[in-house]
């Protein structure tokens, strides 16, 4: 895991847990605006953390003919 990904998954966590927090002490619904986002960045360190794996994944050999 890189450290752009380790800090996507950082800024998920923290954006989730600012949205509850100001949830709870505001009691004012803007804030699940915060958990819908940190749920869409969550989504992104996802798709991010596949790609990643599949480019460091070695090539598969070509299969035919040795010349």
Do not use: C, Q, Y
């Given at each position: 895991m890189s450290g752009p990904l380790k800090a996507a998954w950082g800024l998920t966590a923290f954006?989730?847990?600012?949205?509850?927090?100001?949830?709870?002490v505001t009691d004012r619904a803007?804030?699940?605006?915060?958990?819908?986002?940190?749920?869409?960045?969550?989504?992104?360190?996802?798709?991010?953390?596949?790609?990643e794996r599949a480019a460091t994944r070695p090539d598969t050999p070509k299969e035919g003919p040795t010349p």
């Amino acid at each position: 895991m890189s450290g752009p990904l380790k800090a996507a998954w950082g800024l998920t966590a923290f954006v989730i847990v600012a949205g509850i927090v100001g949830w709870i002490v505001t009691d004012r619904a803007v804030f699940a605006v915060f958990l819908v986002l940190g749920v869409l960045t969550a989504v992104g360190a996802v798709v991010t953390g596949r790609a990643e794996r599949a480019a460091t994944r070695p090539d598969t050999p070509k299969e035919g003919p040795t010349p």
